[in-house]
Nanobody, 120 residues
Framework: QVQLVESGGGLVQPGGSLRLSCAAS????????MGWYRQAPGKQRELVAL???????TYAESVKGRFTISRDNAKNTVYLQMNSLKPEDTAIYYC??????????????WGQGTQVTVSS
């Protein structure tokens, strides 16, 4: 069991930067794979970035070279550094935690989301 709270969203201009944070509580953070997802109005929720409990990262093609996911297990926090922001990055960003419970099943926990708006 883990509870996730996102923060750091807001309004930024195209080309600007923003850092999102996801603070976890209620369980042992270091065992979870963590991810950032986003959902724009009228669109499906999509993967932005993943980081495993071992530190391996994966990014959506649309954000490669611009976004960086990281984690600080001592602070029970995962971050998403977003640079060179574009209007199409506008969405609600959600934090997700995953842990394996059997070889065929995992548990997922979602935060409530934080709004990111990129506009001039």
């Amino acid at each position: 069991q883990v509870q996730l709270v996102e923060s750091g969203g807001g309004l930024v201009q195209p080309g600007g930067s923003l850092r999102l944070s996801c603070a976890a509580s209620g369980s042992i953070f270091s065992m979870y794979d963590m991810g950032w997802y986003r959902q724009a109005p009228g669109k499906q929720r999509e993967l932005v970035a993943l980081i495993t409990n071992g530190g391996t990262t994966t990014y959506a093609e649309s954000v490669k070279g611009r976004f960086t996911i990281s984690r600080d297990n001592a602070k029970n926090t995962v971050y998403l550094q977003m640079n060179s922001l574009k209007p199409e990055d506008t969405a609600i960003y959600y934090c997700k935690a995953d842990t394996l419970v059997t070889s065929l099943k995992s548990l997922s926990f979602w935060g409530q989301g934080t709004q990111v708006t990129v506009s001039s």
